[in-house]
């Protein structure tokens, strides 16, 4: 007899997007069943990735506690009735970079080459679709073995209490016409960078109303973000922020002294006061948090916000 119900998590590998860009991805279900349950979509940072290849680096395995598999449970316990999508990087360079290149042009480790179109958008509705197809037509010995990977994933988590006995169906699973959460963890935040660039381009083009994920972004959330780079570690070209603000769309910034308070990279501070303020200035629905002012800094505390915002 077939399963018809959805896995609590479950890792899915090389799901289909747009044209032929391929991401990995985990998936938790809504801990709270409702009627129209909402996504959370969610681009981690560099280091994040499953707990084997953090595990096998000399360095990275001091972090594994945030893996990818762990991640999706915390935003789970954070989202009770939303449906979570953890996106994997399309490369992790050197084990330790995450290198979002479906999504936007990159340079070296993973810094960021925006432009005004990358399909990233397209790309992120055609996964949600086939994430879709592949959750209600999976056969029971496949779905107990993916179930199965991404539970050994999981490291020292505290299970999320059960709200309900009531578990979804797979059959109800539409990712693709939920409301939808966008969040991005420090390097994560450029595809929600990107994701500017083209919310500015589809503005005025006629047949924009085939990006059906356009209208469902409700929340976008930037969670500490940074990269390697540079500059562009925020976006300040006010034509993009100006669109940004016409939508309807909540912002949350959400930052700690690991990224806007380091004098070696004083950009960092100076682009998220720029973000912030313009947006303020021009009614964007804006609302931003510093947690860990009297933290000593560290890349504990960064991850740490993953807990706190």
């Known amino acids: 007899m077939t399963s018809k119900k959805l896995p609590d998590i479950v890792r899915l590998t090389n799901i289909s997007g747009y044209e032929q860009r391929c991401n990995d991805i985990v998936y938790c279900r809504p801990q709270n069943v409702i009627e129209n349950p909402n996504l959370c979509v969610?681009?981690?940072?560099?280091?994040?990735?499953?707990?084997?290849?953090?595990?096998?680096?000399?360095?990275?395995?001091?972090?594994?506690?945030?893996?990818?598999?762990?991640?999706?449970?915390?935003?789970?316990?954070?989202?009770?009735?939303?449906?979570?999508?953890?996106?994997?990087?399309?490369?992790?360079?050197?084990?330790?970079?995450?290198?979002?290149?479906n999504f936007l042009p990159c340079f070296a480790c993973g810094v960021p080459d925006h432009c005004p179109m990358n399909f990233s958008l397209k790309h992120l509705e055609t996964l949600l679709i086939n994430i879709s197809r592949k959750l209600q037509t999976m056969t029971d010995e496949e779905l107990k073995h993916v179930e199965e990977v991404s539970k050994n994933g999981l490291v020292d988590y505290v299970d999320t209490p059960k709200t309900s006995d009531e578990v979804p169906l797979r059959t109800t699973v539409n990712l693709n016409d939920c409301e939808v959460s966008l969040l991005g963890f420090s390097k994560g935040c450029v595809v929600l960078n990107q994701f500017l660039y083209e919310y500015n381009y589809y503005k005025n083009l006629p047949g924009s109303e085939d990006i059906k994920i356009l209208p469902l972004i409700k929340q976008m959330y930037w969670l500490d973000g940074g990269h390697s780079g540079g500059k562009n570690t925020w976006i300040t070209t006010r034509s993009l922020l100006e669109t940004l603000a016409s939508m309807d769309?909540?912002?949350?910034?959400?930052?700690?002294?690991?990224?806007?308070?380091?004098?070696?990279?004083?950009?960092?501070?100076?682009?998220?006061?720029?973000?912030?303020?313009?947006?303020?200035?021009?009614?964007?629905?804006?609302?931003?948090?510093?947690?860990?002012?009297?933290?000593?800094?560290?890349?504990?505390?960064?991850?740490?916000?993953?807990?706190?915002?």
């Open 42 to 101: 969610f681009f981690g940072g560099d280091v994040q990735d499953f707990t084997e290849n953090m595990l096998s680096h000399r360095d990275n395995k001091n972090y594994v506690q945030w893996n990818l598999e762990n991640t999706a449970k915390i935003l789970q316990h954070r989202f009770l009735t939303s449906h979570i999508v953890v996106i994997r990087p399309a490369r992790m360079e050197y084990k330790t970079f995450s290198c979002y290149e």
């Open 249 to 309: 769309i909540q912002v949350y910034v959400h930052v700690s002294p690991y990224q806007v308070a380091d004098d070696r990279r004083p950009w960092v501070k100076n682009e998220e006061k720029k973000f912030t303020e313009t947006l303020k200035k021009i009614g964007a629905n804006i609302e931003r948090t510093l947690h860990f002012s009297n933290v000593p800094s560290s890349l504990h505390v960064h991850f740490n916000i993953l807990k706190e915002f």
